[in-house]
Structures are given as structure tokens and as C-alpha cells.
């Protein structure tokens, strides 16, 4: 691969629980354009490993290096801005709202960002349908989000994401609760992502991440036990014994 | 005929209110149009709350310190200053916009009860101010503006604040302005952020919006809607005293949003005139007046659990704003 400087980094991050170490001193790097996935057993730290990119949670040691700006003490906010997007692992999309008013809340404040301070509504609607069509949801736009089915509101959480158009864009267990043929979609979705932004996922789904990641990292307890492509987790001993159950 | 957008017929109706309120000028014996100026000053109050409770979700238990703030900013100013109205209204507005920053700055690290319990406290201190420099507001007793003072130049001439009908007239002029700036909020961007923060805080804040700024933006220009009203009712009704800083001033704008539907802009106007005319018909018959008054804050909820314009919308006029 003929990278450059990666777009994310991380050296020595760690964040404690009162004593609990829930993420302890992790080296990651992450290179402009690939899909990644985080894997491990429930408790590792992966949430909460992601959770310290995005800003959701403050780190206790460490830096985050985003795009070779040194982000640790970055507000949520600003990092979203910077172009660091996550969808919620729990579905956490405006239940009172239609799909596209939630995509549009997305788009609207890029749109002030890019001073087109008109928000010319056409801008607006054709952001946000655009967001919608990629997802698939682009017919049910004028439906409250809070009687889509739960497949159709983990799309609308992803359109949200996409709708910010990020350069990294994480994903956090997004299959979770989905039917079978709804994950196939949601396979070819992110791959169809992943050929425009850097994707980074957390997911149990063993189906999934080996049809996806280009690399996985797997955690344990907080550290990364192993990292490769994925023949390589697959064939790795410690991996199996901690995780694939042996 | 064509069919009316939304937008139309919200726009229609909020003209057409400002219209019949108008027109009650001429119609309204005088008694009632004394009572409907006072609501119409203090629905002002009410609709500066409903921005930061209805729409953002803050529950503060605080803002009668932003309508005193308003109050003697004007009053005071007038009272020793011998200023006139217009500067004086100016400090009020000014008074509550720096209180209102201030107080949000520190308040709004706090959430839910906590934020409750704060912004109670700061209130409380300004109370209690107003009391501990009683040389100059002379407190509980307050101080009665002289007739004199309460003129207002407007394009060349002066009007007398103390005659009714200008009087009446002035509260609808500052009631109006305030509903349109409302109206106009709520339709544009800022509004539907701020509705999406009371809904999900921290998806928008993964949304890329300062959660903190929107609040605290929310928190100014209620504080300034709010003081507009105090000091408007200084100049209008010629009265400023501690007693409009106190807690029951904290509590009766989140009855009068609640009653009239929080995060409606019409239902600070409905909740304030219901109150005012339930208090003032029951008390007439009954010195039990307050036993009436829970009874039919009960027959409220029950009928009209999201308030009376609350309701409206939510059963038959889903396009009211």
C-alpha cells in the first residue's frame, strides 16, 4: 500500500473507570481508505475504544491524531466538523421526526458550515435525498422515523452519518437486530461506502467482518491482542483461543 | 380554491390574532382591556420562557430574575436616574441579556434537576438583592413610577403610557414584535436544532452541533424576551417591587406555558388570559378562590394533557406551530 501519513492515529490511548483499565494504552493506526473492523469479546473496550476517537468520552492518557492534527482535547462537536462520523449502536435517530427531517438536520448544519447561508432549500432537499438513496430509503423520506421498521432505523442512522460526509466514518455494531437478507444489504452498502471514506467497524457478526475488513484488530481486555489481514485473525492461535472460541 | 400550505394557514392565524387583538381595543369594556394589556405584557414573559422550556427543553426555575432584571433595569433608571423611557427600556433589555449570559454560562453545565436547582439559587440571590438594597428599591413596599415620567416619544410626539388605550395598544405592539420574532425562530434552522436538542442531546451533538452554544443562545434571547416584558410592564403600569423577583414569578410562567401548550407560540397568550380569567372570575365568587383555580388546573390536564394549544394540535390542527 502506498500510504502516506495515515489519516488516524492513536499512541499510548487509555481510559480508565475508577479501576477499571477499559482501554489501556492502545498504538492504532488506521490509513486513508480502508475498511477496518474491531472485534472481540463483550467488555474489551471497543465501544469505548471509539467512543475516545469520536470525543464522546474524554481519554485519561494518550492522543488521538486525526488527519495529522493532534485532536485529543477537540470537543465531539469539532471532530464531527473535522469529518469523523458515528452511528449510534443503539438506534438513536429524531423519532419524531421523517426520515429526511433527521438526514436533513445533518445536512443543515453543513450547510452553515459551508456558509451557503441561504440553506437554499433545494441544496438542502437534494443533500438529504441523496443521503437517503444510498441508503434505500430514499421512498419512505416522508415517513416518521419512529414507524420505520428497526432494519429501515439503522439505515436512517447510517444515511445520518453519510449525510455529514465524513472521511472516517465509524460504524458501531450496525447489524446488530437485523434479518438475514437485511445484513446482506447492509454488506454491500458499507462496501459501496468504503470505496469513498475510510470505514471503521465494530462487529460481532464473524460473516460480516471477514465479507468487509480489509484488516481487523481484535481487542481483549482493553488491549489489541492481534491485528492483520483477515486470513491472518483467522488463523491466529491467541485469537482463537480468547475469541473464536477455540 | 387552492389548497392552503401549512405555512400559509400558521401565518394566516397568527395575522388574523394579532388582528382580533386589535380590534378588542375598541370593543373591550375598561376593566377587561386593563386585564388584557397586563396579559398581553406578560405573555411576553411566557413566550420568552416557552423558547428556553418549551422549545429547548430547560427546565429553569429561575426567570423571574430576567423579568425583574428587565423590570429594574427600566424602573430604577426612570425612578433616579430621571431617565426617559426609550434608554431606560434599553437598560432592561440590557440588564436581562447580561444576566441571562451569565447565568446560562454556569447554569447550563448543569442538566435536568440539577440545572432546576441553579438557575432557583441565582434567582433567589437576585431576590434577595433587590431586598438588601432596599435605599434604592425600597423592596417588598417597591416604588411607584410617577405619571410624568411614563411618556414615550415616538415619531415627534409623546405618548401618555398611562391612558388605556395607548397603553393597551403599546403591550400589542411589543406582543406582536415578539410573536413574529417567535414565529420566525422556530420556522428557521436554529429553531429545529434547538427542537433536536430537547429531543436527543447527544445526536446532535455527533451531528457537529455545539450543543452548548445552541443552548446558551437559547438561554440569551429567552432572558432578553423575558426583561422586554419587565421592563414594558415598569413603563406601562407605573409599579416596580421585590415581589416580581420572587419564586411565585419563577413558577407562574411554567403554568402559563404548560396550561397553554409548551413549544406552541400561541399557547403562552392562551395559558396567561385562562389563568388571568380564572383567578379573576373564581376570586369574585369565592375567597376559596384557590380551591376553584386546582380544580380546574385538574380539569386541564385531564382534557388537555399537552396544554390547550398543545392538544389542538396534536387531535385536530397538526400544521399549528
Same mark, same amino acid.
Given at each position: 500500500m502506498a500510504t502516506v501519513s495515515p489519516l488516524l492515529e492513536t499512541h499510548g490511548l487509555g481510559r480508565s473507570f475508577g479501576g477499571l483499565r477499559?482501554?489501556?494504552g492502545v498504538d492504532f493506526s488506521l490509513p486513508e481508505g480502508e475498511t477496518h473492523a474491531i472485534i472481540g469479546p463483550n467488555g474489551a473496550g471497543k465501544t469505548t475504544f471509539v467512543s475516545l476517537i469520536c470525543g464522546r468520552v474524554a481519554p485519561t492518557e494518550g492522543r488521538v491524531v486525526f488527519d495529522g492534527q493532534d485532536? /485529543?482535547?477537540?470537543p465531539a462537536h469539532k471532530r464531527v466538523r473535522a469529518g469523523i462520523a458515528y452511528t449510534f449502536q443503539i438506534t438513536s435517530?429524531?423519532?419524531?421526526?421523517?426520515a429526511f427531517d433527521n438526514v436533513a438536520l445533518a445536512v443543515q448544519r453543513q450547510l452553515i458550515d459551508d456558509h451557503?447561508? @441561504?440553506?437554499?432549500a433545494h441544496a438542502l432537499t437534494e443533500h438529504g435525498l441523496d443521503a437517503l438513496e444510498k441508503v434505500g430509503l430514499a421512498e419512505h423520506a416522508h415517513k416518521v422515523a419512529g414507524n420505520l421498521s428497526y432494519g429501515h432505523q439503522r439505515l436512517l442512522e447510517v444515511a445520518m452519518g453519510l449525510a455529514l460526509r465524513p472521511r472516517l466514518l465509524i460504524l458501531d455494531?450496525?447489524?446488530? @437486530?437485523?434479518?438475514d437478507s437485511e445484513i446482506e444489504n447492509f454488506v454491500a452498502l458499507v462496501r459501496q461506502i468504503g470505496e469513498e471514506a475510510t470505514v471503521l467497524l465494530i462487529e460481532h457478526n464473524m460473516d460480516v467482518v471477514m465479507a468487509l475488513a480489509e484488516r481487523i484488530t481484535v481487542m481483549e481486555q482493553g488491549r489489541i491482542l492481534a491485528q492483520g489481514a483477515p486470513a491472518e485473525i483467522r488463523a491466529n492461535q491467541a485469537v482463537q483461543q480468547a475469541y473464536l472460541g477455540g | 380554491m387552492t389548497r392552503l400550505t401549512p405555512s400559509t394557514k400558521s401565518i394566516a392565524l397568527h395575522i388574523g390574532v394579532v388582528f382580533a387583538l386589535l380590534a378588542l381595543n375598541f370593543l373591550l369594556p375598561e376593566y377587561h382591556r386593563g386585564v388584557f394589556a397586563r396579559v398581553l405584557v406578560l405573555a411576553v414573559f411566557a413566550m420568552g420562557y416557552n423558547l428556553a422550556f =418549551?422549545?429547548?427543553g430547560l427546565l429553569s426555575l429561575g426567570h423571574a430574575m430576567f423579568f425583574a432584571a428587565g423590570l429594574y433595569g427600566a424602573g430604577l433608571t426612570i425612578y433616579h436616574?430621571?431617565? /426617559?423611557v426609550w434608554p431606560a427600556f434599553g437598560t432592561g433589555l440590557a440588564a436581562g441579556a447580561a444576566l441571562a449570559l451569565v447565568v446560562g454560562f454556569l447554569a447550563l453545565r448543569t442538566t435536568g434537576v440539577a440545572f432546576m436547582i441553579v438557575t432557583l439559587m441565582f434567582a433567589q440571590v437576585f431576590y434577595l438583592m433587590t431586598l438588601y438594597f432596599t435605599t434604592y428599591?425600597? =423592596?417588598?413596599e417597591g416604588l411607584v413610577l410617577p405619571?410624568?415620567?411614563?411618556?414615550l416619544g415616538f415619531s415627534g410626539g409623546m405618548l401618555d403610557l398611562s391612558d388605556p388605550s395607548t397603553r393597551y395598544l403599546v403591550a400589542l405592539s411589543l406582543f406582536t414584535l415578539v410573536l413574529a420574532a417567535i414565529l420566525f425562530l422556530v420556522r428557521a434552522p436554529y429553531g429545529r436544532s434547538l427542537i433536536a436538542i430537547r429531543e436527543n442531546e447527544e445526536r446532535m451533538r455527533m451531528l457537529g452541533y455545539d450543543v452548548f452554544a445552541n443552548k446558551l443562545a437559547s438561554v440569551v434571547i429567552s432572558g432578553i424576551f423575558c426583561a422586554a416584558s419587565g421592563a414594558a410592564y415598569a413603563v406601562l403600569f407605573g409599579y416596580v417591587g421585590s415581589g416580581f423577583a420572587a419564586i411565585q414569578y419563577s413558577i407562574l410562567p411554567l403554568l402559563w406555558v404548560l396550561v397553554g401548550g409548551?413549544?406552541?407560540?400561541?399557547g403562552p397568550l392562551i395559558g396567561t388570559l385562562f389563568m388571568f380569567y380564572v383567578i379573576d372570575t373564581a376570586s369574585s365568587y369565592t375567597t376559596a378562590h384557590l380551591m376553584v383555580v386546582g380544580l380546574v388546573l385538574i380539569g386541564v390536564i385531564l382534557f388537555f394533557p399537552k396544554g390547550i394549544i398543545g392538544t389542538v394540535r396534536e387531535r385536530w390542527l397538526p400544521w399549528l406551530p
Open positions: 477499559a482501554v489501556d485532536i /485529543s482535547k477537540m435517530v429524531f423519532a419524531n421526526l421523517t451557503e447561508r @441561504g440553506l437554499s455494531e450496525p447489524t446488530q @437486530g437485523l434479518s | =418549551g422549545y429547548t436616574l430621571e431617565w /426617559s428599591t425600597r =423592596g417588598e405619571q410624568e415620567t411614563r411618556v409548551a413549544a406552541t407560540t400561541l
